[in-house]
C-alpha cells in the first residue's frame, strides 16, 4: 500500500481531535512538490533526504532530479547505499563533486563547518539548477531540525533552499513512520551525519583524517556494532557505542577487538565512552552564546 494511502487510514482521528495528523502533514508535504512543478533535491541517502527525493519523485516524476554530492567526507558505504535505493525507484539521480575540504574556511573545523559545507552544496546544485532548468532546490531538514544546532540551516536560508519537509512539520518519527509504510529499506537507519562531524572542533579536517574516521568505523561495523562513532582527537579515539550495545563492548575480548582494529586505522590511543553514543556530542564543548547565536 502506498504511504499517502496508509498514512490516510491512520489519521482520520488524530485531525478530528485538532492535531495535525500524519497523514494531513504529508498531504501537505505532496501539494508543496506539486505546486513546485519540479525540483532539484539535495540527496544524501539518509532517511530524512531519500523520503523528500522518493516523495517528490512519486508526484513529480521525471520533473524532479536527486543529487548526490560525492566528496571525501562521505562514507562510501553511504554513497553506494544512496545509490541503490535511487535505482531501486528508478528515481532521476546525478553525483556530483563538491569541494568543501578545499576551502580554508571548512578544514580548520570551528563551529561554523557545516555552514561552509552547505555553502559549497548549495552553490554546486545552483549551478546544476540552472543548467538543468530547475527552478526549485530542496533538502532534507525536518521539524525537529528547527531544534538543534545545525549552521547549515543558515546557507539553506543565503540561497533560497526550501525545506519541505520542515514546512509540512514533519518529525523524524513520523519521516521514520512513513518511510516503513512505503517499504523504504532506509526507514530504521541510524543517523548518518558526515564524517567530518566525528573530528573534533579546532582539528583541521584532512582527507587522511576522514579516512581514519571511516576504516574506524567500518572496522566495528564489522565486528558487529550498528549505531555508533569513532570521535577523532587527534592520537585518540572516543569510540561511542549505543547503550542498547554497550554491554556487548565492555567484554574484554570485545574490547581487545575494538582497541586493535582503531590502532589499525591509526589511533595510538582508543577510548570507550561510557555515556555511549549521543548525536552532537562534539556540540558539548562549544560555549552556550555559540550555540545561541548559531539556533536564533
Not at 72 to 101: H, I, N
Not at 162 to 183: M, N, Q, V, W
Not at 259 to 266: C, D, I, N, R, W
Amino acid at each position: 500500500m502506498a504511504a499517502g494511502a496508509q498514512a490516510g487510514q491512520a489519521g482520520a482521528q488524530d485531525e478530528r481531535s485538532g492535531e495535525k495528523s500524519t497523514a494531513a502533514k504529508l498531504r501537505v508535504l505532496e501539494a508543496q512538490l506539486e505546486m513546485l512543478g519540479g525540483v532539484l533535491v539535495a540527496y544524501s541517502g539518509g532517511v530524512d533526504s531519500a523520503f523528500l527525493a522518493a516523495t517528490a519523485h512519486r508526484v513529480l516524476g521525471e520533473r524532479m532530479l536527486a543529487v548526490l554530492a560525492d566528496s571525501p567526507s562521505l562514507a562510501r558505504r553511504d554513497l553506494e547505499a544512496a545509490c541503490a535505493f535511487a535505482r531501486s525507484l528508478g528515481m532521476p539521480l546525478e553525483v556530483v563533486a563538491t569541494e568543501e575540504l578545499e576551502r580554508p574556511e571548512y578544514a580548520r573545523n570551528d563551529a561554523n563547518r557545516c555552514f561552509h559545507c552547505k555553502d559549497e552544496l548549495f552553490l554546486v546544485l545552483e549551478k546544476l539548477a540552472g543548467r538543468s532548468g530547475f527552478a526549485h532546490i530542496a533538502y532534507g531538514m525536518n521539524a525537529d531540525d528547527l531544534r538543534d544546532f545545525r549552521p547549515g540551516q543558515r546557507a539553506a536560508e543565503q540561497h533560497a533552499v526550501l525545506a519541505p519537509l520542515a514546512d509540512a512539520e514533519l518529525t523524524k518519527a513520523e519521516i521514520r513512520a512513513l518511510s516503513r509504510a512505503a517499504g523504504y529499506p532506509m526507514w530504521d537507519r541510524p543517523a548518518a551525519p558526515c564524517l567530518s562531524s566525528r573530528v573534533e572542533y579546532g582539528r583541521p579536517v584532512t582527507r587522511a583524517v576522514l579516512r581514519q574516521v571511516e576504516q574506524g568505523e567500518e572496522s566495528l561495523r564489522a565486528l558487529g556494532f550498528r549505531e555508533f562513532r569513532v570521535r577523532h582527537h587527534g592520537e585518540l579515539a572516543r569510540v561511542e557505542i549505543a547503550r542498547g550495545e554497550l554491554e556487548g563492548a565492555l567484554r574484554l575480548e570485545m574490547l581487545d577487538a575494538i582497541t586493535a582494529a582503531l590502532k589499525q586505522a591509526g589511533f595510538t590511543y582508543v577510548t570507550l565512552d561510557c555515556n555511549g553514543f549521543r548525536s552532537g556530542s562534539m556540540n558539548a564543548i562549544l560555549p552556550a552564546e555559540v550555540l545561541a547565536r548559531h539556533s536564533a
